[in-house]
């Protein structure tokens, strides 16, 4: 089995839990994903090979390359997974494709061309085609204002996919025998694609045409007791408000943290500060803030006034289900849906724009720490699935051992 991403930690965490659950059922599994190191060593940690492909994403993703070099960034991550999945897909029998979109129309041309099964994952519904709602536009490439209506919306976002990425795609799939494709984002989504989510935090509504098989998050239970610090620092005093944003650069990071920091001092609270891409650091030497790099969130969470983040799917699920209050700061793509789901159900804020301030993020954080919004949290989180990847893990195994053809594509 090859699980198949280019992408954030965001993108590879939910398929370290699936391939936990697979190998726990007898499967062979293996990941393709970025080289990043804390990649490779959260694999290897599991157990579970990692075949490299590409450029760092953590590297690319710092860098914040300018919109017009979208079509050359994603010719060559579609000219390395051609290259990367082709080799590490030999001998498997399905192959499950996720992350930027490039390397998921790559990772499933792969399997066409090798004659296995395919499917397509995704961690969140936006990238799914639905007259409920409105696409994301990419970068430089803005929907015209006077555009209103979602089909035609959806048109437009298939025709701009088309124009960033059909001829890297097609260029390689003529190189290894496979006839073109009008539509590529209609070849990545296929009719039956995976949602990876929570339906209480993403309730997909029925749409014609797309058979969409939501398994709930996949989520792998951490067992890595808190640093023996971290405890001492939670244990001394009332809980801390938790900061980080993950994967997300964070380009003014500096007056990230002495926002953040502030705003929560303002607040009576002390700080746990993750580091994250951002490198967030203290402020000054008071001892009221802990820094933290790779922790077990899940342990975390449940131990926190509330959760500060940029709105990844991994992360709000996380403290959905820990039931600590949230303030979202979505910076790109679907963080800001997430932050207008955890607003919506009632559990923290969604703050306006990527940009806190500290009247901004002192607003939000007062919303989070009311009473009322704890409440919710805590009600909310028994509502929220634990069994995302054993469902998905069983299904993918019942979907492989029938006798009939591959998934369409």
Request: charged share 20%; net charge negative.
């Amino acid at each position: 089995m090859l699980l198949s991403t280019y992408g954030s930690r965001g993108d590879v965490e939910p398929l370290v839990g699936l391939a936990v659950r697979l190998r726990a059922l007898g499967a062979e599994v293996r990941v393709c994903a970025p080289p990043d190191e804390d990649f490779a060593q959260r694999l290897a940690g599991v157990g579970v090979p990692l075949v490299p492909v590409g450029r760092s994403a953590r590297a690319l993703t710092t860098a914040a390359p300018q919109p017009s070099s979208l079509p050359q960034r994603a010719a060559e991550l579609i000219a390395d997974q051609f290259a990367a999945v082709t080799a590490a897909a030999e001998g498997c029998d399905a192959l499950v494709a996720t992350g930027a979109m490039p390397a998921a129309a790559g990772a499933r041309s792969v399997a066409e061309k090798l004659g296995i099964r395919s499917v397509s994952l995704t961690f969140q519904q936006l990238t799914l085609p639905s007259p409920h709602r409105p696409p994301l536009a990419y970068a430089g490439r803005p929907f015209p204002p006077e555009v209103t209506d979602n089909r035609e919306l959806w048109d437009l976002d298939a025709r701009n996919i088309n124009a960033l990425f059909g001829p890297a795609l097609n260029t390689n799939r003529a190189a290894i025998g496979l006839p073109p494709v009008d539509n590529v984002r209609d070849h990545v989504v296929g009719d039956r694609p995976w949602l990876a989510t929570d339906p209480v935090l993403d309730p997909w509504r029925e749409t014609p045409g797309l058979d969409v098989v939501q398994t709930g998050a996949w989520i792998l239970p951490d067992v890595h007791p808190l640093p023996p610090e971290l405890a001492a620092f939670l244990d001394a005093g009332t809980p801390p408000v938790y900061v980080g944003f993950g994967s997300m650069p964070m380009h003014a990071s500096t007056d990230v943290a002495h926002v953040a920091i502030g705003a929560i001092r303002a607040q009576g609270r002390r700080a746990v500060v993750a580091r994250g891409w951002a490198g967030l650091a203290p402020i000054d030497d008071r001892d009221d803030c802990f820094v933290v790099g790779e922790v077990n969130q899940q342990a975390l969470f449940t131990r926190v006034a509330a959760v500060v983040h940029h709105g990844g799917a991994g992360t709000t699920t996380t403290a959905t289900r820990a039931g600590a209050p949230q303030v979202v700061v979505p910076q790109l793509a679907d963080q800001p849906y997430w932050a207008g789901r955890v607003a919506d159900l009632g559990i923290g804020a969604a703050h306006d724009g990527p940009t806190p301030t500290f009247e901004s993020l002192s607003a939000a954080l007062s919303t989070a720490l009311a009473p009322e919004t704890r409440a919710r949290a805590r009600a909310v989180a028994g509502t929220v699935r634990a069994d995302g990847a054993s469902v998905a893990a069983t299904l993918l195994l019942e979907t492989i051992s029938r006798a009939e053809p591959p998934l369409p594509a």
